[in-house]
């Protein structure tokens, strides 16, 4: 039951737009690993190797009920001039590279486009999202190491 080259070459471009660094697919009787050549950035946690099959399902039930998507629709109609940056996966969020390092950005900073905001982690890759706007940062909607929904509100912009 392997997968047929449209389904192979939709991961493909899935991957490369997702910014995963790797991807791996196995199956009884079919393998696949898709691979980028982005550097990868690592961020500890601790998580028991037992709970690694569950992880997924973990965060999608733990992130569901989280309120801070109500809060960042608020503010965005109260200043339309702001600028939302989502999340482009499920995963948890972290604002540092690793415990005892510096965030990335913090309220106030000014980013360009292309600034590395935070990392996305999901299924023990560590994806750094990127800014797609230049501005400065007004607001963070996320707490350290929380659970993020795709398309969840990040942080908020004010653009330049």
Known sequence: MGMDIKQIQDLIKFVSKSGVNEVSIE???????????????????????AAAPIAAPQVAQAAAPAPVASPAAQATNADANLITIKSPMIGTFYRSAGPGKPSFINVGD?????????????????????SEVSGKIVKILVEDAQPVEFDQPLFLVEPK
């Open 27 to 49: 199956e009884q009787d079919f393998k696949i690993t898709i691979k980028t050549n982005q550097e990868p950035t690592y961020v500890t946690a601790s998580v028991p190797a």
């Open 110 to 130: 000014d980013i360009n486009t292309g600034s590395v905001l935070c990392i996305v982690e999901a299924m023990k890759l560590f994806n750094e999202i990127e």
